[in-house]
């Protein structure tokens, strides 16, 4: 981590936990709609928005800075199909790093391939590929395998958002984070119940258990991203929300 950043995130944990401010350091923004797959959780994809414009999305950057972010990440849809012309995420993230932010990750379904710039790649694995492809289609998968595999990116992550069809795979997805030497963790996060998919939710007592099941997996040595702290606020169902130092558009 370079000097300036170390500073700025210094001076960015005194004002929060001292003088309890409440601004973002984090910032989460679509740059699509657009989406190669059709998943059974998701009612964000294909929606009819299309692409942002690269001026728009330039303009939401220079916003984000302005208020204090400094992580950004990249969301869609799926972010390997956005374009603006000759423009692709790759000309997004080398905007977003000449305009100052510290680090700039990019969330992807891996189908495309896991080839960008950005600082830290995460990718959504459901399951095991029975399940992954109940739920994102035939053959995605392996596909998504075969792009981990393949890759060269240093910095990648897997991310599993946990519901009523996948909540038995939390081992299945921890053993391929750590099988895969590309990959260097995963992160386990709940399904959102945006209107039409709510019931795809766990009732808090089934989130419970999966919870107490992540936890032990990451006593047990597996590369398990969440703290053990956030887990046990979120089976408690304790922590504060909105959280502060994030901004998701």
């Not at 939401?60 to 800075?65: D, G, K, V, W």
């Not at 590309?182 to 945006?194: D, I």
């Not at 998919?197 to 992540?214: C, Q, T």
């Amino acid at each position: 981590m370079k000097p300036q950043e170390l500073a700025y995130l210094a001076g960015y944990g005194f004002k929060t936990l001292v003088l309890r401010q409440r601004r973002p350091i984090i910032a989460g923004m679509p740059l699509t709609d657009v989406c190669n797959l059709q998943c059974k959780h998701c009612v964000v994809a294909n929606v009819g928005r299309g692409h942002y414009p690269f001026a728009r999305i330039e303009e939401l950057l220079r916003y984000f800075y302005g208020i204090g972010v400094r992580i950004m990440y990249l969301q869609g849809g799926e972010i390997m199909t956005w374009q603006d012309g000759a423009r692709d995420v790759n000309d997004v993230i080398r905007r977003a790093h000449e305009i100052g932010f510290f680090k700039v990750a990019a969330v992807t379904n891996g189908t495309l391939g896991i080839a960008t710039e950005a600082d830290l790649m995460w990718v959504s694995i459901d399951g095991s590929e029975q399940v992954h492809d109940s739920i994102r289609g035939a053959g995605v998968f392996a596909q998504v395998i075969h792009n981990l595999e393949e890759t060269e990116h240093r910095r990648v992550r897997l991310n599993m958002t946990i519901n009523r069809l996948n909540a038995g795979e939390v081992e299945a997805v921890a053993g391929i984070a750590r099988g895969l030497l590309a990959v260097h963790g995963v992160s386990f996060n709940f399904h959102t119940p945006y209107p039409g998919v709510e019931e795809l939710s766990l009732p808090l007592e089934e989130r419970a258990g999966v919870i107490d099941r992540i936890l032990s997996l990451k006593r047990r040595g597996f590369p398990v991203l969440n703290t053990a702290g956030g887990l046990r606020a979120m089976k408690a169902n304790r922590w504060r929300r909105p959280v502060p130092i994030i901004h998701l558009m």
